[in-house]
């Protein structure tokens, strides 16, 4: 993939890396992050990754190396859900 020179910090995207091929079925395998850019040189994207939607994970800062990187796409914000009044 031909990757951006320039990453807007504070936007909302997805990564998906490549992590190797699997022994057993012969597929490679792949994991997404979500998150918002902190900061990008070309080689390295750092982003805060975003909590999980079911507060399993909690959010974190993780780094990227850019050869790693299958595909890179902006993503809208998560929704903010209101508790309605009773």
């Known amino acids: 993939m031909i990757l951006p020179k320039h990453i807007p910090i504070g936007a ?3 990564v998906r890396t490549l992590i190797g091929v699997d ?3 012969g597929r490679e ?14 080689r390295t ?3 805060l990754r975003d909590e999980s939607a079911n507060g399993r994970r909690k959010a974190e800062i993780v780094s990227v190396d850019a050869t790693s990187i299958v ?3 902006p993503v809208p914000e998560r ?6 009044r009773i």
Not at 29 to 42: E, F, I, L, Q
Not at 79 to 84: A, G, I, L, Q, V
């Open 45 to 47: 994207l750092t982003m």
């Open 29 to 42: 395998k792949y994991r997404d992050y979500v998150g918002h850019v902190t900061g990008w040189d070309g």
């Open 71 to 73: 595909r890179l796409k």
């Open 12 to 14: 909302r995207i997805v």
């Open 79 to 84: 929704p903010r859900f209101t508790t309605p």
């Open 23 to 25: 022994e057993n079925d």
